[in-house]
């Protein structure tokens, strides 16, 4: 396969382009998309997803399309799956996990769709079904997941799994829906926590994202991840999640609206212990 080299203007997902990054200037074999998104909890649309598709039709790359979160969608509007998209089969592989949805994150359960229309081009101009490359190697390497994870996996599917699954990732964006309207009125500003449970959070202006690490954990003894440690578009930024029970997040909310001030404020707004 041909080596894969940065595009020259990377495509970054930001505020500004509402999480909507541009298309490569300049061809690339691989594009990953992850959406629903972590860490910002942005969505996108068919139109948006279907540009994608066009461009690697066009430009014979591949799409690596992460739907981990694809559980967390309530709108009707936001694409589960990129087989939604027209010609998606020809150029696009999905990631689906078990991890976010069933809370398999210990157990380790996961799934990739390669489907038998993908091809991938060596180096030599040949080319060759993704597919068959990808049975190859996985049988190769990999006996399969334990029966007594598979079963579980496939309880899932079941209509009772089904029903265990909504309730716990219901319980999951009542807490993402907390922490969204509590911090927005506050005054922050406050993306994503609909159809994902990621909170997106500004810092305080001039702030740096470690910065405001520090003043969460040492003022209002609350943790999260500092933005700029998922890339350099994530600096000034914040993620929270809606993963834990419900009184702490309520506490924690609280917490940081006593303690923080939101977007807007000078940098000294922070208050150091
Ligand atoms: C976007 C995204 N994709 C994939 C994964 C990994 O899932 P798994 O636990 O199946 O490895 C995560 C886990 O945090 C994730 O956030």
């Not at 739907?67 to 089969?89: C, F, K, L, T």
């Not at 990999?142 to 799994?161: D, M, W």
């Not at 909310?253 to 303690?259: G, L, N, T």
Request: proline fraction near 7%.
């Amino acid at each position: 396969m041909r080596p894969i080299r940065p595009a020259a203007t990377p495509a970054w997902s930001t505020v500004e382009n509402d999480f909507q990054p541009a298309l490569p200037d300049r061809r690339v074999d691989l594009i990953y998309l992850c959406y629903p998104n972590n860490p910002t909890g942005a969505v996108t649309t068919r139109a948006a997803l279907q540009r994608w598709v066009d461009y690697a039709r066009a430009h014979d790359a591949i799409l690596l399309f992460d739907a981990a979160y694809e559980a967390y969608i309530v709108d009707a509007d936001v694409p589960h799956s990129i087989y939604e998209i027209e010609g998606a089969r020809e150029v696009a592989i999905e990631c689906r996990s078990f991890s976010k949805n069933a809370g398999f994150t210990g157990l380790r359960l996961a799934y990739t769709v390669v489907p038998k229309e993908t091809r991938g081009r060596f180096a030599d101009g040949t080319v060759s079904s993704l597919n068959a490359l990808w049975h190859r190697r996985t049988a190769i390497k990999y006996q399969g997941p334990p029966y007594l994870i598979q079963k579980a996996g496939a309880a899932v599917f079941t209509p009772e799994g089904a029903k265990q699954v909504r309730a716990l990732i219901d319980y999951y964006m009542e807490n993402a829906r907390i922490i969204a309207e509590g911090l927005r009125a506050a005054g922050f500003a406050v993306y994503g926590g609909r159809n994902a449970p990621y909170i997106w959070v500004r810092a305080p202006a001039g702030v740096t994202s470690w910065d405001f690490f520090d003043a969460l954990l040492t003022r209002a003894h609350v943790v999260g991840v500092p933005g700029s440690g998922f890339g350099p578009s994530g600096e000034g930024y914040f993620r929270l999640t809606a993963f834990g029970s419900r009184e702490q997040t309520q506490e924690a909310v609280e917490r940081i609206r006593k303690e923080v001030r939101p977007v807007g404020s000078r940098p000294a707004s922070i208050r150091r212990p």
